[in-house]
């Protein structure tokens, strides 16, 4: 059986261990910045916020049920954590989705789709 690494409202997206990374970033207040002495203030509001890349290629089929995500407010996602070992579930939106021919074929062609999905769910 292979490792699921993505799951958008349940249905698992054929993705690969070198289609997908995720990075961690914090979330900062307004406040924070650098005061006139140099000194620079940082009051995290939030700590390790995921954000998931994923670029791989699917079929017609698959490029329009990402479509499809891409234009919903928010989706239910189940990511494989690394940091974990295990799924974790959150809700998240697709951002910057391009998608390219990469091989045509007579069953619609062969298609490299990139995206990012970024966190939304509440602390």
């Given amino acids: 059986m292979y490792q699921i ?11 690969k261990k ?15 910045g650098t005061t006139e002495a140099g000194t620079v203030i940082r009051d995290v509001i939030r700590e390790g916020v995921p954000s998931i890349s994923v670029n791989l290629d ?5 490029l329009r049920k990402l479509r ?3 234009k919903l407010p ?6 494989f954590d690394p940091e974990t070992g295990e799924l ?3 809700e998240m939106y697709m ?8 091989h045509d ?14 966190d939304i769910s509440d602390v």
């Fill in 68 to 70: 499809a995500y891409k």
């Fill in 18 to 32: 070198d289609d997908y990374s995720v990075s961690y970033n914090d979330v900062v207040s307004g406040g924070s």
């Fill in 74 to 79: 928010s989706i239910t996602v189940n990511w």
């Fill in 88 to 90: 974790s579930e959150c």
């Fill in 5 to 15: 690494y993505l799951q958008f409202n349940g249905e698992t997206v054929p993705v």
């Fill in 105 to 118: 074929t007579s069953y619609g062609g062969l298609w490299n789709v990139g995206f990012t999905l970024e």
């Fill in 58 to 62: 699917v079929s017609v089929v698959w």
């Fill in 95 to 102: 951002d910057g989705f391009k998608a390219s021919l990469a």
